[in-house]
């Protein structure tokens, strides 16, 4: 052979050997377990039995106290909020409905289990499936699967549902809770059974950790940032903070000391304000003075959640003995997850800082919202910018595979802004005011998803909107404070 040949022989065969190393490390190391996970990419177990699910009316002819808390909550509307379904019937279009029931096994557990949801849409469904996250459903849940899952960590509906099991004299109802059952548990109606689960974060981890349905990227990742934080190393959990009144939450928070059991409810109360909104408002169309006041009683609790939730700092930064900076420190001191979290690309939370000197001219303006509802380039946000396969900007969670940017705040933690201010001659003071603000989403996104509704969702009929509104804003926390303009 030839010394030309034997290069070119070997050039092939380098070829084909990085061929096959790149296309083994091209290959998704997340397999899934579709003998187990049935229902992918939601990743419920489903042990089916004669044992049906319960509506949550049903629950609350023993359990009313708990009832009246759930219905009103998060939790009771997970499946019927109009922005989620706006979502799910987007996601449906562009990936089809067998992608969507990822979504749909945390918002309607029963629903996709059953095979009841077909498709985005809330019309002719039972009770149980329009409930979303009721009683039967977290109560059912018999153990989680997280070391399972294609990442080995919890996420996208992670756990075994178990409404009961057949016996030889007929099915029997068996629930789960965190506590060992007292005596007559259950009245005869169901057995109680203690998982002690249900009083930890592994149990919210199942759906308040989101992968993307293909490549399992984290999309949302509420129960990781707790995990790494001062909250679980102190063995405060989810239910801690969520499942008890505001006065409590930021005992809990400040102290890092767990309530007591007399303090929980099922309250599942969170930032969302904008579901608790909408809901009083199709209460109140329905003629259902009692549900509105019950929403509305959650939207001033989430309301002060969020005024709980974090502090501001300002500082001046001088240079050559000038002011040159004004510095806002953002510090999150009582979410036991980063700020915002969740859907971190969507959630908007972002600083309104104004400078003034002595005669009340305005120096600096910056995060103020536009008539049009939009925020100016230049304002400072606490969020992500997802991204797709094609490292291109992305929004819908269906193609963000990685964040090209995140800058949210941890627990206990805190993010420095810097703003460039420089006093007028002859001025010896300067009022800076900085406000954290806050809403559910950026106004057009808000806009293309409640307009994205399924046909048999009216924002009219069902909730009073002609159009889509302004999203409200609340203002989280303010400070104002003086600086001289010279050392």
Known sequence: MTYKAKVASLIAAMLLITGAIGTTASASPFKVDLELFKFNPSLIVYEKSSAEFTDPQTCGECHEDKYQ?????????????????GELNKATKAVGHSISRQCEG?????????????????????????????????HSISAVNHGKTPTKEPGN??????????????????????????????????????????????LCASCHQVFH????????????????????QNDIHCQDCHMVGTETFVKAADSLVKPERKDYRHYFNGANYLLYYLGAQAAEK???????????????????????????????????????????????VRAGHNLPTSLSNIRQMWLEVIAKDEKGKIILSTGAVKA??????????????????????????????????????????????????????????????AKLRYRQADQQIAEALLGAVPKDID?????????????????????????????
């Not at 808390?69 to 379904?85: C, K, R």
């Not at 009841?116 to 459903?137: F, H, N, Q, W, Y």
């Not at 990227?217 to 129960?223: L, Q, R, V, W």
């Open 106 to 138: 945390c918002h309607s557990p029963a629903g996709v289990v059953t095979g009841e949801i077909k498709g985005p849409g809330v019309s002719g469904l039972s009770p149980v499936a329009r409930a979303g996250v009721s009683c039967d459903m977290c």
């Open 213 to 232: 349905y293909d490549k399992y990227f984290p999309i949302e990742a509420t129960y990781h940032e707790w995990k790494h934080s001062l909250y679980a």
């Open 459 to 487: 924002l009219a009929r069902d909730y009073g909107l002609s159009k889509v509104p302004t999203l409200p804003v609340v203002d989280m926390v303010a400070l104002q404070r003086e600086v001289a303009a010279a050392q």
């Open 157 to 202: 509906g992670s756990f075994v549902i178990k409404p009961g099991e057949d016996r030889p004299d007929g099915a029997v109802l068996i629930k789960h809770g965190p506590h060992p059952p007292a005596e007559g548990c259950g009245d005869g109606f169901h057995e109680c059974r203690q998982t002690e689960f249900h009083a930890q974060a592994d």
């Open 372 to 433: 049009d509802g939009s925020l100016a380039e230049d304002t400072r946000l606490f969020n992500s910018d997802g991204m797709g396969p094609n490292m291109h900007f992305a929004v819908d969670p269906w193609i963000i595979t990685a964040f090209s940017r995140h800058e949210t705040i941890p627990p206990k933690g805190y993010r420095d802004v810097h703003y460039g201010v420089t006093a007028p001659k002859g001025s010896k003071k300067l009022t800076i005011e």
């Open 286 to 332: 329905a003629d259902d003075k009692e549900q509105a006041g019950r929403l509305m009683h959650q939207y001033e609790m989430a309301v002060k959640r969020l005024q709980n939730a974090a502090e501001l700092e300002i500082e001046p930064v001088y240079r050559n003995g000038a002011l040159a900076e004004v510095r806002v420190r953002v510090k999150n």
């Open 69 to 85: 808390e759930w219905n009103g909550s998060l939790h009771s509307m997970a499946f019927i909020d109009p922005v989620y379904q």
